[in-house]
């Protein structure tokens, strides 16, 4: 890791992160939510990140759209995939969106050594992604899409449809 990653992670306190995101963005960052100071972060005006979240973006491009409401205890990290969230996203208590996976196609070498993937994940507009989900990386939602809770998405889901269950399969297409 090297020295400016550390500062931004370890050095840089919440209250700042808060205050540096209000003003260029007018993001409402909770001073307990651990979001790093990255180059490859962006958040939209009037998105809101609630206390106990953390959102990890030093390894790839991370683009969080306008009036997205992210709540409490939720887990985002990008990888060199990237990840965006649209406009107007509902995103419910403990939520997981991971933007890397492991590599595991050799059996003879431990999982952590054989390195990582990052495809990326992409939400599209006013999606309601329900308390407890897990968003995998690869995973594309459409916009107008409601996500159940402890639902699991590592697929495509399409715009205006209702996804449950794990997998996350289509339940209902809203009209």
């Known amino acids: ?10 050095l840089v306190p919440s209250p700042a992160i808060t205050l540096y995101y209000l003003a260029k963005s007018g993001a409402q960052i909770s001073p307990k939510a651990e979001v790093e100071l990255s180059p490859h972060f962006a958040i939209g005006r009037q998105s809101v990140v609630s206390s106990f979240t953390k959102i990890k973006s030093s390894d790839g491009p991370l683009k969080i759209g306008s009036n997205v409401s992210i709540s409490t205890g939720c887990f985002i990290s990008s990888q060199y995939g990237g990840l965006e969230i649209g406009d107007h996203c509902l995103i419910g ?5 991971i933007g890397n996976n492991y590599k595991y196609t ?4 431990p999982l952590e050594n054989q390195g990582i993937t990052s495809k990326g994940i992409a939400i599209g507009r ?21 996500i159940t809770p402890n639902s699991v998405v590592s697929s495509k889901l399409p715009d ?3 996804a449950s269950g794990t997998p996350a399969k289509v339940i209902f297409k809203r009209r």
């Open 1 to 10: 890791m090297d020295a400016s990653k550390i500062v931004r992670r370890f």
């Open 93 to 97: 208590p403990n939520v997981s969106i």
């Open 106 to 109: 050799e059996l003879d070498t």
């Open 126 to 146: 006013n999606v309601w992604i329900g308390a407890g989900c897990v968003i995998l990386d690869g995973a594309t939602i459409g916009n107008n899409v409601i």
């Open 160 to 162: 205006n449809t209702i």
